[in-house]
Nanobody, 125 residues
Framework: QVQLVESGGRLVQAGGSLRLSCAASGLSFSSHAMGWFRQAPGKEREFVAAITKIGITTYYADSVKGRFTISRDNAKNTVYLQMNSLKPEDTGAYYC??????????????????WGQGTQVTVSS
């Protein structure tokens, strides 16, 4: 049974930083591209960042480029999202995802296989 468990979300002031973690189990971690997505209240889920299976290449939404960094530790079966210079518009539920295709495909949000249950990030102004 595949499990993706996110952690690290909390209330933070604008301009602050957070690091989200996602621990994966039940799958061959290094055989899956990993990604982060978010969903604000009343809005559709959107792509945030993705990383290739061995962590060489990363993809970012334009809205987070230069502020967020995705990374992974295949020895720990964990993917991270470092978020700096947070803005109120970054508020939302952040979801970890895994897919055996490619990080590029994940960035297009096509048929992602596995999702976590989400962790809430709230940025106050």
């Amino acid at each position: 049974q595949v499990q993706l468990v996110e952690s690290g979300g909390r209330l933070v002031q604008a301009g602050g930083s957070l690091r989200l973690s996602c621990a994966a189990s039940g799958l061959s971690f290094s055989s899956h591209a990993m990604g982060w997505f978010r969903q604000a209240p009343g809005k559709e889920r959107e792509f945030v960042a993705a990383i290739t299976k061995i962590g060489i290449t990363t993809y970012y939404a334009d809205s987070v480029k230069g502020r967020f960094t995705i990374s992974r530790d295949n020895a720990k079966n964990t993917v991270y999202l470092q978020m700096n210079s947070l803005k109120p518009e970054d508020t939302g539920a952040y979801y970890c995802a895994a897919d055996p295709t490619t990080a590029r495909t994940m960035s297009l949000m096509r048929a992602i296989n596995y999702w976590g249950q989400g962790t809430q990030v709230t940025v106050s102004s």
